[in-house]
């Protein structure tokens, strides 16, 4: 096992085989006459701008337009008059079309690497993807293709070959060369695919298992069975979160900032209110038909989450605070057995986060206008408190998990269909009550 450590470029955790994607063996031919070359330059630079015409309407179908405006730079940068004279020059002094591109293009290429801007300097890489593309077509060289999901190693991989290959195919990218403001690093955080730069890739990687670490930056060389199950745990959990937001996309309730990610809309008091009623609602009937009679390993997966759920929430990690709550009253929802009743409360599972962040934006507003039900709240998430009297009139989320958890085990149904009400619709008329003060929408 060796780890790498490189330049983060685009988050996220992938594993899987890695494929390199070596430099294509271009075959030197003997040059025409120069109206022969020119002749074949002008073919393939047309056909190179059809390509990226193609390119486009494939990116702004899968990315959106903005990001395939990447491609509408490079039809500019295919057809540049500086760039076509520089390769006719070249092809006039008795260049083969190819070796003329291909100098022209590093020369232009080099042009942008010595500008001080670091964005200026990153479009050396796309003036050298425009003239392989060329070179390519020139040559009848084929696009690179993977013929499974893998890992891609490449001394540096261009946007077009980003956007080229099958989605799904790319879980994550590494290479020798690239920089976060690059086309490519743009284009890698659109797709979610992971990638980290500047490590030492070779063809020595091919066929090796990995894992990539595009928050951490490094490459971990073929992992041990352990650290290769936590990997593909966590992958599960990342694909899990990736399918939640796709879920609050089609509700409405996510804002999706390019290059940046999703943030969570929050919810209007109304949709709050239904939020909660419904899952208090659902789950209400699982107790019942349960008869509060959970498995000894849920009751343990439900201590373990409130401990979870408190420290979170004490972090103001909202993302685990979620994760925890989730896991709590999944438990309850499992224990009725009934199909339909599961998938009608796992309907509602995406909006949780934004229900949360509801709930915290009313506290924050009670706080402020000093209601005195948010500060008991407060009070109840201290890990040293014990007093139960503050668990009421609406009561703090901790310590109702507590109760409900305690009625449980107590098989007391009465108490605990009691504090599911307690727990989802006081809490809902208090978000309710407490927003349409602030005389604003969550």
């Not at 919810?267 to 498995?295: H, M, T």
Request: contains cysteine; charged residues 20%.
């Amino acid at each position: 096992m060796q780890v790498f450590t490189g330049l983060p470029i685009s988050q996220g955790l992938a594993a899987g085989k890695i494929i390199f994607l070596g430099t294509q063996e271009t075959v030197v031919r003997q040059a025409g006459s120069p109206q022969e070359e020119q002749a074949r330059f002008a073919a393939a630079q047309q056909q190179a701008i059809d390509a990226l015409g193609a390119l486009y309407e494939k990116a702004k179908a899968e990315l959106g337009e903005k990001d395939a405006e990447i491609f509408s730079v490079h039809q500019l940068m295919a057809e540049d008059e500086d760039f076509t004279d520089l390769v006719s020059e070249a092809i006039a002094d008795g260049a083969e079309a190819s070796e003329a591109v291909r100098q022209a293009g590093e020369q232009c290429a080099a042009m942008f690497s010595g500008m001080d801007d670091d964005y200026m300097r990153e479009r050396a890489a796309d003036v050298r993807d425009v003239a392989a593309r060329i070179c390519r077509m020139l040559n009848g060289e084929a696009e690179h293709s993977i013929p499974e999901p893998c890992l891609i190693a490449a001394e540096e991989l261009t946007p077009s070959q980003t956007v080229q290959f099958p989605r799904g195919f790319v879980r994550g990218m590494l290479t020798a060369r690239g920089a976060a403001n690059s086309h490519t690093g743009i284009l890698a955080r659109t797709l979610g695919v992971p990638a980290v730069s500047q490590l030492p890739v070779s063809a020595e990687l091919h066929g090796h298992t990995a894992i990539l670490d595009g928050f951490a930056g490094t490459l971990t060389l073929d992992p041990n069975e352990q650290m290769l199950a936590e990997a593909t745990a966590k992958i599960a959990a990342q694909q899990a979160q990736r399918e939640a937001l796709r879920q609050l996309a089609v509700e409405g309730l996510v804002d999706y900032c390019p290059n940046k990610g999703c943030t969570v809309a929050l919810l209007s008091p109304q949709d709050a209110y239904e939020v909660f009623f419904l899952r208090g609602s659902l789950e209400k009937l699982a107790i019942q038909k349960s008869n509060c009679l959970l498995s000894d390993y849920s009751l343990m997966i439900m201590e373990a989450s409130i401990e979870e759920f408190r420290k979170a929430i004490l972090a103001g990690n909202t993302m685990k605070a979620v994760h925890a709550d989730e896991t709590f009253h999944q438990q309850i929802i499992r224990s009725a057995q009934l199909n339909r009743l599961t998938k009608m409360w796992e309907l509602l599972s995406p909006l949780n986060g934004a229900m949360f962040l509801s709930v915290q934006n009313a506290n924050r507003f009670g706080q402020l206008s000093g209601d005195a039900e948010t500060l008991q709240n407060a009070k109840c998430l201290e890990s040293n408190n014990t007093d139960p009297s503050l668990s009421h009139n609406g009561g703090a989320a901790v310590w109702t998990h507590q109760c409900l958890l305690e009625a449980i085990r107590n098989n007391d149904l009465q108490t605990a269909c009691a504090l599911l009400d307690q727990h989802y619709e006081g809490t809902s008329r208090r978000v309710y009550r407490l927003s349409l003060m602030k005389e604003q929408n969550f």
